[in-house]
């Protein structure tokens, strides 16, 4: 353990100085620890990337989270943007996850209406009704492709998410080391002592 003594005509000007240090380097550490935030899936939504399930996903933002503490991400993941705005590789992940969102919805929407122009097709007839005409060929067509397209779209849509999750965790520790520096920095200490019987300002630090 080590000490420094100031002359007391020093003390009143040191310790304003070096408050304001402290104070500097409090904030820098409380700022840092604050910025550090790791993002955790929901347990649902872990290891669901390759050919997972088309739904949203949920994330929390503490380190212990309940039930209680999972939030939705939205359709698009809009809602985890906000967290990913400093990280620009996990943006671009988010990006991507995004455009084989709306590949997804536009492949649906294909689907449903080529499935409702069939339908109407076969009950169009006049009475024998048809269900392998040269128009309804054509529909069943559409209506296959867009089944064989949503198997490459949705087989890596989810690991982009997965994908923007771990870039920004895996950017974390830097901030998290340099608080940890800065609190290290402050002094464990500070008070007036007067061991020859005049005021004087005394720091300690603690050695670890």
Request: aromatic fraction near 10%; glycine fraction near 8%.
């Amino acid at each position: 353990m080590r000490y420094s003594v100031l002359p007391a005509r020093l003390a009143h000007r040191s310790f304003l100085a070096c408050f304001s240090a402290l104070a500097l380097l409090s904030s820098h550490s409380l700022l840092a620890q604050q910025t550090v935030t790791t993002i955790k899936l929901s347990p649902e939504d872990q290891n669901r990337g390759l050919n997972g399930v088309q739904k949203n996903f949920y994330f929390a933002t503490k380190d212990e989270p309940t039930d209680d503490d999972y939030q939705n991400a939205g359709f698009f993941g809009q809602r985890l943007r906000p967290y990913l705005k400093d990280n620009s590789e996990a943006l671009e992940n988010l990006n991507q996850y995004r455009r084989q969102k709306w590949l997804f919805l536009g492949e649906r929407l294909v689907f449903v209406g080529g499935v409702a122009t069939y339908g109407a097709q076969v009950l169009s007839g006049d009475g024998n009704q048809r269900y392998f005409s040269n128009p309804q060929k054509v529909t069943l067509g559409i209506i296959g492709v867009s089944l064989l397209s949503n198997v490459f779209i949705t087989r890596h849509t989810n690991e982009h998410f997965e994908r923007a999750v771990n870039a920004y965790n895996a950017g974390q520790p830097a901030a998290h080391r340099t608080g940890s520096i800065l609190q290290r920095l402050a002094p464990s200490g500070i008070g007036v002592a007067a061991p020859t019987g005049q005021p004087q300002l005394a720091f300690r630090w603690q050695i670890r």
